[in-house]
C-alpha cells in the first residue's frame, strides 16, 4: 500500500493552483542519456515549483537527500516527491 502525504499549506502557490490552474502530472520515462528526468528538473526550476509531498511505498527505492533545487533548504528529497 502506498502512502501519500501531501503539504499543501506550505506551498506559495497553493492558493493560486487550486483555484486558477489546471494540474497536470508530468513523469520522466526511461530513455537514453537520462533526457526524460532532465527534461522535469529543467521544468521544475524554470516554474520554480515548490515540494508538496511525496510518495512512500515498498516497491520505491530508499534514497534521500540534499534538496537539488535550492541549496539554502533544509528539507530532504526523496525518491518519488510531489511539486506545484
Not at 2 to 15: T, W
Not at 22 to 49: E, F, K, M, W, Y
Request: hydrophobic share 40%; charged share 20%; with cysteine.
Amino acid at each position: 500500500m502506498a502512502v501519500i502525504r501531501c503539504d499543501f499549506d506550505n506551498c506559495e502557490h497553493h492558493m493560486e493552483c487550486r483555484c486558477n490552474h489546471v494540474l497536470r502530472c508530468v513523469q520522466p520515462a526511461v530513455s537514453i542519456g537520462n533526457v526524460g528526468q532532465l527534461a522535469c528538473d529543467l521544468l521544475i526550476s524554470t516554474l520554480n515549483a515548490c515540494r508538496v509531498g511525496f510518495l512512500y511505498d515498498d516497491s520505491t527505492a530508499p534514497v534521500v537527500g540534499s534538496d537539488p533545487f535550492d541549496e539554502r533548504c533544509q528539507h530532504v528529497s526523496t525518491a518519488v516527491e510531489g511539486l506545484l
